[in-house]
């Protein structure tokens, strides 16, 4: 049973919590003014607790053989729980994270070591910013999870960022991004407009009662030049303790076609989601 104390902190973006899981010996949930961000298991990095953080494990699993190291990119840090799966995972990824709440960064690298051996740099940066520096064709991944209190930021949201984020991936490289909406899905169809103007391949992670209307929440938006390995991933999805659906192709087109894509000048931040919906309980 975990002992530890929790840990609050006020940091650039909000009041912190690092809360220790009483079934777990040395894992911890972080909350970001309330708001769940991250949950880790420092005995166990490949343990993902939140269902949307599975859904990006297994798009990490698809990248490149099983066990071979690959070069990541992570937009937005919390206690860095993929990250640390990714090194677990596949030993020898050098990995690039850009986090902009440097309080944030103090805090997790004080409480929450990083494996030994993990080559992990993490960076006090903006994420839109940082991805429009990092050197083109550089990375095999990219994560977006960048969340300001519950909803992506604007900056993050535009055809503009989209590109950004395609230059920095290689031919084969693979996009992904957590996202949260509800019906009528008016954020979605903008992020799949976007999306589509630089993609090639495209597909939605999600669960049936997200896509069916009956709630908000996270969606995982998939993205690459090259043909996506979405027989294993529907796999992967549908084994999960809370099963997913991966839609694509003219599905996908019909549950989100219509939308524009957005550029910088007219772009929002993801809704705000009802009361509840990512709270504690």
Avoid at 2 to 22: K, W
Avoid at 122 to 130: C, L, Q, Y
Avoid at 142 to 159: E, M
Wanted: charged residues 25%; hydrophobic residues 45%.
């Amino acid at each position: 049973m975990n002992e530890s104390i929790p840990v609050i902190r006020v940091t650039d973006h909000g009041t912190a919590r690092l809360l220790p899981d009483v079934d777990r010996e040395r894992a911890w949930l972080l909350t970001v003014d309330g708001a769940p961000q991250s949950y880790v298991d420092l005995d166990a990095p490949e343990h993902l607790e939140f269902e949307y953080v599975r859904r990006l494990a297994h798009v990490v699993d698809l990248v490149a053989e099983p066990g071979a190291p690959v070069d990541a990119v992570h937009l937005g840090g919390g206690a860095l729980t993929l990250p640390r799966y990714v090194a677990a995972t596949r030993p020898g990824s050098r990995q690039e994270v850009a986090e902009a709440d440097t309080g944030l960064i103090e805090l997790v690298g004080e409480h929450l070591p990083l494996p030994e051996g993990a080559t992990i740099a993490v960076h006090g940066a903006d994420a839109r910013s940082w991805i429009e520096e990092a050197p083109t064709g550089s990375a095999d991944l990219l994560i977006a999870d960048v969340f300001g209190g519950a909803r992506v930021p604007a900056q993050l949201t535009s055809l503009e960022y989209a590109r950004a984020a395609a230059r920095v991936l290689r031919k084969e490289g693979v996009y992904a991004a957590n996202l949260a909406d509800g019906v009528p899905f008016g954020f979605l169809r903008t992020q799949f407009a976007n999306a589509a103007e630089v993609f090639e391949e495209l597909a939605l992670i999600a669960e049936p009662a997200v896509l069916r209307g009956r709630r908000f929440g996270n969606v995982v938006l998939l993205a690459g030049q090259a043909p996506l390995d979405l027989a294993r991933l529907t796999r992967l999805c549908a084994a999960d303790a809370f099963p997913a659906r991966v839609t694509h192709g003219e599905a996908l087109t019909r549950l989100l076609g219509g939308g524009r894509p957005v550029r910088d000048g007219d772009a929002v931040a993801s809704p705000e989601p009802p009361d509840g919906a990512f709270s504690l309980g």
